[in-house]
Every structure is written in C-alpha cells, then in structure tokens.
C-alpha cells in the first residue's frame, strides 16, 4: 500500500492528512488501519516512532460522533509525557471533523480543574491509568458510552506496574467496545490481558521475523587466576547495558558479583540461597537498570524474561551443550545482535570439544592477551532505585508514587523507570540524574497524602 487513499478515508481526512504531509503509509498503519477501520480489535508490536499514533488515532477519529458530547475513545498512557504527545498528535488528525474536543487526564496536576472539565463533555480522553482510575472512582469520568479503548505502549504501562489499574479500569469498560493494544514487546502479562479483554484480536507485527537470534559466540582460554580480570575486560570492551554472568556455584557466584563491585562494576549475584525478599530486590535492581551485571547459577536464572540484553559470558564453560544453548539463547532476542563469550581454562578443554562434537563445527577461538590488555572501564548504570516504606498493603499505587514524583517533587516522567509494587514496599527506579532530587523530594513530602520513609535500596 503506497498511499492513504487505499485505506479508504473520508475526503475531509485524507484532506487534512495531505495538509499534515502524511504522504505514505508507514508498516504499522499499513497493517493496523484495515482491520481497526472495520472494527476489530488489534494487538501489535510497534516501537516508539512507527507512526502507531496516527494506526490508532484515523481509524478512532473516522468512527467519532461529534454531535454525542459522550466519551467515545480512551486512550492509557504510560506517563504524562507520552499522554500529551497523544493528546497533540490526535487533535491534529481530529481537525478533519468539527468541535472534537481531546482532555488529558494525568497525575501530578491538580484533579479539580480535570473534574470541572470533565463536567464540559469531552469525545476523547487520553491520561495516565492512575489519574483514570481516580476519576472512575469518584464517578466524574463515565465510559457508558465508550466505543474504543487504546493501550499504548501497553508494555511499558505493565513495566511501571499499571497491571491491577489497567485490569481494574478495563473491567470498567462497555464489554461490547473495540480494543486496540499497542505494545514494543511481548511479555506473557500482554497476552493474558489480550486474551481477557480483547476479542479475535488482529496480530500486527511490522517488523521482519528472525529465523533465529543473532548471536556472535566467541571462546577465550584463560589461566584459573585470570577469571576475575578477564570476566572485567569484557564488561569494559562491550559496555553492555545489561550482561548476565554464568557461574556454576553459589559461592562462585558471591565471589565474582564481590570482585566486580570492588572494580567498581554495578554487580549484583544471584543464586538459591538468597531469600524471597532479597531476590526480588536484586531482580527489580537489574530489571529496572539500577545494576548492570547480574551474576546468577543456571538454577536461579531459570525463568528469567530478561529484555534487551546485549551480552552474556559463561565464566566457566556449561556442563553440556543443552545447557550451554540456554545459556547464550537469553541474547540476540527482539532482532537485536547479541554476544555470547565463554572463558575456558586447559582443565575445563573437554567441555568445548563436547560442544564441538554435539554442533558438528569448531569454535571461535578470541586473543586471550589482547583482552587482558583491555583498560577496566565500569558500566554505570542510568538508574537509581529509591525503596519506599509502603506496598499494596497500605493501598499505595504506582499512580501515586508516579504523581508524588512528577508533581510535587518535579521530576519529569521521562526521568522515571520501572515501578515494582510489594506487599509492604514499592521500588521505583529513577535516572541518576534526577535522583537525589527524587529521594529528598520524598523525605520531605508525602506520598498519597502520609509521610512514607524512602531511601535508595
């Protein structure tokens, strides 16, 4: 499809798109647009910058009644940020029908002026899920008449830990209305709520299927004694983002997260031996950014769904080539390249030619002495992660640790990660940047309207 004029808009849109130069279709709107138009519901896998807002906002704008002064489409973004940008974007597509009126309902504003807005009538809502729930709370936003719902970056939404709000806020819903789900990724918790609220949903996926992950194996043979230093080279020469680091035992694992964080690697270990509440803390760490390396046995690292993550070395060689295939398979995802390096002591040779034999070819062997050479250079990690004194228990929500940090405290939405609620805590990760201004914010403030202790975990 080369033009808009194939989808079969009204004139007065196609008109306004030509005066936008929307000139050509991009792949998202491509395959999103016809099955939205006839009104099925969509799941699909876009990434920021696609053009999944105008995917999702023609289609909505075509459909609208101007003369119903009823909500007919919400759309749930993950921060305030995005809300606006939504909220721009949809009331230029929206000048080719008259007097629709867009309101933005997020945290970190006053709810007053949004309640007597509200009060006005508005076609479309765009706003964060807490701020949204707020308002169905307290009956001032009615989604009776509601034909459309819109998740976007649905998984980023989960990753801040929207998840109980979203269901909360979509079981509020019209049962009979389109769903449209636009997400980067594909965690499990966005295909049990596509299968909970959506109906037959369209799957749209613009971007080219890998036949397999792409990842770049080498191996280095190294002395007993050069596990710390070499395991430290590659961290310096890849600076990954995130790396995952295989030992075989549980002290193995201590040793090396120790001698990494000594080095001045953002090093973090886990293993079987770590309790419930200690796992989880390291877990979050890494997920959310606030650690770069996570150093883990097999066992621990099993069921890990760890996105984007460019590097993982095998400090020892695997047990078998099972193993050993599992291990490397967590990089390389999402058509991204991966690299999977293994250090090999002369003792622990047998394992690679077990691996030799099981794959039928030989292994890349890397300069073992170029790389001791590397100058250690520690990742430092973009995030920080503030712990607060409060979790679901005391029915603190990641809406209200969003709205305390971006209203009060004046830290930008962009400038905060990762929300993980507990049953007594909530962890949420902030850019390094903004951080100390975040945690002293806290101190002195209130979260939820209570003074909640905070410190940085």
Same mark, same amino acid.
């Given at each position: ?128 899920? %807490?701020?949204?729930?707020?308002? =169905? ?6 989604? *009776? /008449?509601?034909? +459309? $719902? #819109? ?112 080095? %001045?690697?953002?090093?973090?270990? =886990? ?6 509440? *200690? /796992?989880?803390? +390291? $877990? #979050? ?173």
């Amino acid at each position: 499809m080369s033009s808009f004029k194939e989808l079969g808009l009204s004139p007065a849109m196609q008109a306004n798109l030509d005066r936008l130069n929307y000139t050509q279709p991009t792949g998202i709107q491509v395959k999103a647009m016809p099955p939205a138009m006839a009104g099925r519901d969509v799941i699909a896998m876009a990434q920021t910058g696609s053009g999944k807002t105008a995917a999702f906002g023609i289609p909505l704008i075509e459909k609208l009644q101007p003369k119903q002064f009823a909500v007919q489409a919400l759309v749930l973004c993950p921060t305030r940020e995005l809300a606006d940008q939504v909220a721009k974007a949809l009331r230029e597509l929206a000048r080719a029908k008259e007097n629709v009126k867009v309101l933005t309902l997020c945290g970190g504003v006053p709810i007053g002026p949004q309640i007597g807005s509200l009060s006005h009538g508005a076609h479309i809502v765009v706003g964060t899920p %807490g701020r949204v729930e707020d308002h =169905l709370r307290k009956g001032t936003l009615n989604l *009776d /008449r509601m034909k +459309t $719902l #819109v998740l976007d970056e649905a998984d980023r939404m989960l990753d801040m830990g929207f998840e109980e709000v979203m269901t909360s806020i979509l079981s509020q819903t019209p049962r009979n209305r389109q769903t449209l789900l636009f997400s980067a990724t594909w965690p499990d918790a966005i295909r049990t709520i596509s299968e909970r609220f959506q109906s037959e949903p369209e799957d749209v996926r613009v971007e080219a299927q890998e036949s397999g992950p792409d990842i770049e194996e080498l191996f280095y043979e190294i002395a007993p004694d050069q596990q710390v230093a070499a395991v430290a080279a590659l961290l310096s020469r890849f600076q990954p983002s995130a790396s995952l680091v295989f030992c075989t035992t549980k002290r193995d694992c201590d040793e090396l997260a120790d001698e990494l964080s000594r080095l %001045g690697f953002a090093a973090l270990s =886990l293993h079987g031996d770590l309790d419930q509440k *200690d /796992r989880d803390g +390291t $877990l #979050v760490k890494f997920a959310n950014q606030s650690c770069t390396v996570l150093v883990a046995t097999d066992v621990a690292a099993r069921g890990l769904d760890i996105k984007g993550l460019p590097l993982v070395i095998n400090a020892e060689p695997a047990r078998d080539p099972e193993v050993y295939t599992h291990r490397i398979g967590r990089t390389g995802r999402a058509g991204e390249q991966g690299h999977a390096i293994t250090l090999c002591t002369p003792k622990q040779g047998h394992k690679i030619t077990r691996l030799e034999a099981d794959r039928a070819k030989s292994v890349e062997w890397g300069d073992t002495a170029g790389l001791l050479a590397e100058r250690v250079r520690p990742v430092r990690p973009p995030m920080k992660t503030l712990c607060l004194a409060g979790g679901r228990k005391e029915k603190v929500r990641p809406g209200d640790v969003l709205g305390a940090l971006t209203g009060d405290a004046g830290i930008p939405g962009s400038a905060v990660g990762k929300i993980d609620l507990f049953d007594f805590q909530c962890f949420v990760a902030v850019q390094v940047e903004w951080a100390d201004k975040a945690l002293a914010r806290l101190e002195a403030g209130k979260v939820k309207g209570r003074k909640i202790r905070v410190r940085f975990a």
